[in-house]
């Protein structure tokens, strides 16, 4: 094994939990009325509208719906399905109560969205091990709440969170420091949280699907492959090693907006004056967290639902008015298609975000959108 594949032995003492509630919109809607108990429900647009699906419960799931497919196409898989809009009040309420239950096992708690939370469980004063923790955990959100949840139990937290999916819905699936390295052997390399569709097809193109498909290969040559920190990124993951810790609050890495259009638009004006609003909407936003970042991102969807983005640096002092960032994004969409070909969404995103809290100039205090709150 070469220096990069060698594990500090203390990071292998680690007992991690990914924490994932099962079907979560569509469990805490059918929670509060029980006649859907049974019956194929989807959260999101109604099926007329140009909405995509959050979530489907299982009995839709048979029929093929899944997350962000077209309510549309959902429709169609599933006419006697039951199409309900999001209430995310609802499903913050039940998230606050998930984690006060992990609370009460641990402080070292990761919450990565909603409904899903990393936890570090290495020290526990009453000596629970990490699967009783779990056990006890599920058992008490299923109590107190009447929603199911699933955990992984793992040394770190990528192979945590691979692990909750394995035994969806109401399971808990361990992997001991012992088994990490068969459990990793036979995993597709798709399954590592990271890897999606672009990245999947790259590794397709030298012939590796699964994880022990790399073994033969050093970090250098997966490094001239993928480029340097992908490779060394991969040599590591495809063995089980993930040294990152649980963080209490997890740093926001990117902030965006986007919106879906009700019909297809190609006027290039119309969609610069589009860009120009939300981008402001963005600033006053990051102005509100106060976060900033230099790499602003465009965001287009033509009608054939293919999707590219579009980045720069924008060298603006933080909570810098929006003008010459929209005016820079504006300029980008001449590296588009649009005008050309209609387009069916347009975003913006911000990234590199850092944290302003602390920063003690304030540069526009007497802007009328300045908020301290
Ligand atoms: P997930 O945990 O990915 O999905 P889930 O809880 O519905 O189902 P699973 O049992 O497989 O974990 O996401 C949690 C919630 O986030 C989900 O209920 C709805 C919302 N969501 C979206 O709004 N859009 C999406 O594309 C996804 C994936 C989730
Ligand atoms: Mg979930």
Avoid at 78 to 91: E, G, V
Avoid at 213 to 231: R, T
Wanted: glycine share 6%.
């Amino acid at each position: 094994m070469t220096e990069s594949a060698s594990i500090d032995p203390s990071l292998l003492q680690r007992k991690i939990i990914h924490f994932d509630m099962d079907t979560f919109y569509a469990s805490v809607e059918t929670r509060d009325n029980p006649e859907l108990a049974g019956k194929p429900v989807v959260i999101g647009g109604s099926p007329q509208s140009r909405g995509v699906v959050c979530t489907a419960n299982y009995e839709a799931r048979k029929f093929g719906i899944k997350s962000a497919m077209p309510c549309s196409q959902a429709y169609r898989l599933c006419p006697d399905a039951i199409f309900l809009p999001p209430n995310f009040s609802k499903y913050r309420e039940a998230s606050d109560g998930i984690r006060s239950v992990f609370k009460q096992f641990t402080d070292k708690i990761e919450p990565y969205s909603l409904d899903e939370a990393f936890l570090d469980v290495s020290q526990h004063e009453q000596d629970m091990t990490a699967t009783k923790i779990a056990v006890a955990i599920q058992k008490k959100i299923h109590t107190d709440f009447q929603l199911t949840g699933s955990a992984g139990v793992a040394p770190n937290k990528m192979i945590a969170k691979i692990c909750s999916d394995v035994r969806k819905p109401f399971g808990i699936t361990v992997v001991p420091p012992s088994q990490v390295a068969a459990f990793m052997r036979q995993l597709s390399l798709r399954q590592i949280p990271g890897i999606g569709p672009a990245t999947e097809k790259k590794l397709h193109k030298h012939g590796f699907s699964k994880c022990e498909d790399l073994y033969a290969y050093s970090v250098i040559e997966l490094q001239s492959l993928f480029g340097e920190s992908m490779g060394r990124w991969l040599f590591q993951r495809c063995r089980g090693i993930d040294n990152r810790s649980v963080e209490g609050k997890r740093e926001r890495k990117s902030i965006s907006m986007e919106r879906t259009f009700s019909t297809d638009k190609t006027c290039i004006d119309e969609i610069s004056d589009i860009v120009e609003a939300m981008v402001e909407e963005l600033v006053h936003k990051l102005r509100e967290k106060r976060i900033w970042g230099r790499t602003w991102v465009l965001k287009i969807k033509y009608n054939d639902f293919k999707s590219i983005n579009r980045s720069m640096t924008v060298d603006t002092a933080p909570f810098s008015p929006g003008e010459e960032i929209s005016q820079s994004l504006i300029k980008l969409l001449e590296k588009t298609e649009v005008g050309q070909r209609p387009i069916r969404l347009a975003g913006v995103g911000c990234s590199n975000l850092t944290d302003h809290k602390t920063s003690k100039v304030i540069p526009f205090p007497s802007e009328p959108i300045f908020r301290l709150g």
